[in-house]
């Protein structure tokens, strides 16, 4: 069964830094490209970036290029997206999903994980 | 970028009535990229339609997608009140980013 464990809700002041994680399971971590979606408060879905464990190759938004990192640590199937300094503006759920298609990035999020609920209040 | 329109922001319907979900797509789709999303409040999305018209393993029937170029549908052909949710279509053509429309909320009466 595949299954995407996300980290818990973050609390953080404005210009520290953070890293949520998303532990995958029950499929070939290294052969699916996997990715981040923000949803801010009430808001929609915005596709941020994803990318692929097999040889960390990353495809980001324009919107989202250097505000966030994507990376992989593969010894333990988890993706990871990460904050050098937030900003109010970053408070949103972050959902990490697989794409569908083994290789290829073209293709649909088949697999979600819960969320994590990332809040940036001084 | 691909930017989608999708309309009408909400529906209001009864249960055992059809629903009709539209997409436009800013510029025509070579490829039927296009999947539909359901999320529920409180909950992460999930895939429902994929390719415009291909249901996942375990999606119901009444759920059905079509369209091609700029223009796809969503079809829920006899509401239940579990469909009430935000209903999201995505295009993952082959060039990323990714892009999703704003979303259709569907209230169950």
């Known amino acids: 069964e595949v299954q995407l464990v996300q980290s818990g809700a973050e609390v953080k002041k404005p210009g520290e830094s953070l890293r949520i994680s998303c532990k995958a399971s029950?499929?070939?971590?290294?052969?699916?490209?996997i990715g981040w979606v923000r949803q801010m408060p009430g808001k929609g879905l915005e596709w941020m970036a994803i990318?692929?464990?097999?040889?960390?190759?990353?495809r980001y938004n324009p919107s989202f290029q250097g505000q966030v990192t994507i990376s992989v640590d593969k010894s333990i199937s988890t993706a990871y997206l990460q904050w050098s300094s937030l900003k109010a503006s970053d408070t949103a759920i972050y959902f990490c999903?697989?794409?569908?298609?083994?290789?290829?990035?073209?293709?649909?999020?088949?697999?979600w994980g819960q969320g994590t609920l990332v809040a940036v209040s001084s | 970028e691909i930017v989608l329109t999708q309309s009408p922001g909400t529906l209001s319907l009864s249960p055992g009535e059809r629903a009709t979900l539209s997409c436009r797509a800013s510029?025509?789709?070579?490829?039927?990229?296009i999947a539909w999303y359901q999320q529920k409040p409180g909950q992460a999305p999930s895939l429902l339609i994929y390719?415009?018209?291909n249901r996942p393993t375990g999606i119901p029937d009444r759920f059905s997608g079509s369209g091609s170029g700029t223009d796809f549908t969503l079809t829920i052909s006899r509401l239940e009140p579990e469909d009430s949710a935000v209903y999201y279509c995505?295009?993952?053509?082959?060039?990323?980013?990714?892009?999703f429309g704003q979303g259709t909320k569907v209230e169950i009466k």
């Open positions: 510029h025509i789709l070579s490829n039927p990229y």
């Open positions: 999903a697989k794409i569908m298609s083994a290789g290829w990035y073209g293709a649909p999020f088949d697999f």
């Open positions: 995505h295009q993952f053509g082959s060039s990323p980013p990714g892009t």
């Open positions: 390719d415009a018209s």
């Open positions: 029950g499929y070939s971590f290294t052969n699916y490209w």
């Open positions: 990318i692929y464990p097999g040889d960390s190759d990353t």
